[in-house]
């Protein structure tokens, strides 16, 4: 539900975001077609100049107001107000005019089917088609050619709101689509296929983002002999072990960040700023991955470690988390190193007997990830 809740503010801030220029350029449109009605207007009779001023205030607010918006609320509220601006300027000009009951049906209708497609919700949409044609419409019941046929009025009526409430249906529905193509092209860019976790570029995006105003730890994390595990065992089981491992990994309360850097090297990022409390969060990972098997055999990881403390970069953090990695790699893998010349610290677990870990084929019949019931001291 959090998440249903999330996608569609989502959408509706994206939707702000496109609507937003749109609606100001149409706004600038409708304020030219006023301008130039009021020009046409002012060569036959006088208008009242203290009205037209206070209409174009308002639509010039309107427009400010939308233009400044950092809210769809207030996006909102600037389109109602220039509507409402608008509709009067064109009912202030039909006051001079001879026969303005044609001119209040043709300017109502070219509003709201131009402004439909703008709004993000139907309800507002509606709203400002009924307050514009209300407007437009009042001083026009005295003209008995135009409601002696009141049942074609009100057809023109429903007929026109029917067409911009389609429009308007329609265009959230092509903002919605193409919001959830870009979801998805951005899943695809970001999210490792396999794992579901992040991949290389959104995790060192979001490191990038959050160093070096969040310090911590940075963990780089190889799953040992992953490449016997392929050979012995099939594909599909390597990539069934990815998964369990990268799942395990992810999970872990005091993990904050967790991606596939690429193949079986996993990297993490943790906010405990605490030598020993990263070093029990090492151990830690690392008896739970030895908990799994596949068929007899034990997994394991190797894990090299690197304080981001603020004086390193991101790229020589990476660098060094590298090489305490193979460090551990060549000290007998199943183990953590610290990179800091301080923290050096090699911690090995003990494995099992030799018979129990040893590199055996699996018997016919398939495999299966299982987790040991024996824990590793």
């Given at each position: 539900?959090?998440?249903?809740?999330?996608?569609?503010?989502?959408?509706?801030?994206?939707?702000?975001?496109?609507?937003?220029?749109?609606?100001?350029?149409?706004?600038?449109?409708?304020?030219?077609?006023?301008?130039?009605?009021?020009?046409f207007?002012?060569?036959y009779?006088?208008?009242?100049?203290?009205?037209?001023?206070?209409?174009?205030?308002?639509?010039?607010?309107?427009?400010?107001?939308?233009?400044?918006?950092?809210?769809?609320?207030?996006?909102?509220?600037?389109?109602?107000?220039?509507?409402?601006?608008?509709?009067?300027?064109?009912?202030?000009?039909?006051?001079?005019?001879?026969?303005?009951s044609?001119?209040?049906?043709?300017?109502?209708?070219?509003?709201?089917?131009?402004?439909?497609?703008?709004?993000?919700?139907?309800?507002?949409?509606?709203?400002?088609?009924?307050?514009?044609?209300?407007?437009?419409?009042?001083?026009?019941?005295?003209?008995?050619?135009?409601?002696?046929?009141?049942?074609?009025?009100?057809?023109?009526?429903?007929?026109s709101?029917?067409?911009?409430?389609?429009?308007?249906?329609?265009?959230?529905?092509?903002?919605?689509?193409?919001?959830?193509?870009?979801?998805?092209l951005?899943?695809?860019?970001?999210?490792?296929?396999?794992?579901?976790?992040?991949?290389?570029?959104?995790?060192?995006?979001?490191?990038?983002?959050?160093?070096?105003?969040?310090?911590?730890?940075?963990?780089?994390?190889?799953?040992?002999?992953?490449?016997?595990?392929?050979?012995?065992?099939?594909?599909?089981?390597?990539?069934?072990?990815?998964?369990?491992?990268?799942?395990?990994?992810?999970?872990?309360?005091?993990?904050s960040?967790?991606g596939?850097?690429?193949?079986?090297?996993?990297?993490?990022?943790?906010?405990?700023?605490?030598?020993?409390?990263?070093?029990?969060?090492?151990?830690?990972?690392?008896?739970?991955?030895?908990?799994?098997?596949?068929q007899?055999?034990?997994?394991?990881?190797?894990?090299?470690?690197?304080?981001?403390?603020?004086?390193?970069?991101?790229?020589?953090?990476?660098?060094?988390?590298?090489?305490?990695?193979?460090?551990?790699?060549?000290?007998?893998?199943?183990?953590?190193?610290?990179?800091?010349?301080s923290?050096?610290?090699?911690?090995?677990?003990?494995?099992?007997?030799?018979?129990?870990?040893?590199?055996?084929?699996?018997?016919?019949?398939?495999?299966?990830?299982?987790?040991?019931?024996?824990?590793?001291?």
């Amino acid at each position: 539900m959090r998440r249903l809740l999330a996608r569609d503010a989502d959408f509706q801030h994206q939707s702000f975001l496109e609507l937003r220029p749109i609606a100001v350029y149409l706004q600038i449109l409708g304020i030219l077609a006023w301008l130039a009605s009021l020009l046409f207007s002012h060569r036959y009779r006088q208008i009242d100049n203290l009205n037209a001023v206070l209409v174009c205030l308002i639509m010039l607010i309107g427009v400010l107001l939308s233009h400044h918006a950092s809210h769809h609320r207030t996006l909102l509220l600037g389109m109602l107000l220039y509507l409402g601006g608008l509709a009067l300027g064109f009912r202030l000009n039909m006051l001079i005019v001879t026969d303005p009951s044609p001119w209040a049906i043709s300017i109502a209708v070219c509003i709201s089917l131009t402004m439909a497609p703008v709004f993000h919700h139907t309800p507002a949409f509606l709203l400002a088609s009924t307050g514009i044609w209300a407007v437009l419409l009042q001083g026009t019941q005295g003209d008995p050619r135009l409601w002696a046929q009141d049942s074609w009025v009100i057809l023109l009526i429903v007929t026109s709101t029917t067409s911009g409430l389609m429009l308007n249906i329609l265009f959230r529905r092509l903002r919605l689509r193409d919001f959830t193509v870009r979801c998805e092209l951005e899943a695809l860019a970001f999210q490792d296929v396999l794992t579901g976790i992040d991949n290389r570029r959104s995790l060192l995006e979001k490191m990038q983002a959050w160093y070096p105003a969040q310090l911590g730890y940075f963990l780089m994390v190889d799953i040992d002999d992953f490449k016997s595990v392929n050979d012995d065992f099939g594909h599909d089981a390597g990539d069934k072990v990815l998964q369990d491992i990268a799942a395990l990994l992810s999970r872990h309360p005091e993990v904050s960040l967790c991606g596939r850097l690429g193949g079986e090297e996993f990297g993490l990022f943790t906010r405990l700023s605490d030598h020993g409390q990263v070093q029990r969060l090492a151990c830690q990972l690392i008896q739970q991955v030895n908990q799994c098997r596949i068929q007899h055999r034990q997994l394991s990881i190797s894990i090299g470690i690197v304080s981001m403390d603020g004086r390193i970069g991101l790229s020589a953090a990476l660098r060094e988390a590298d090489r305490a990695l193979y460090q551990a790699k060549r000290n007998g893998k199943n183990r953590h190193v610290f990179a800091t010349s301080s923290d050096d610290a090699v911690t090995p677990l003990t494995l099992q007997p030799k018979a129990d870990v040893a590199m055996k084929k699996p018997p016919e019949g398939g495999l299966s990830v299982t987790h040991s019931k024996t824990q590793a001291s």
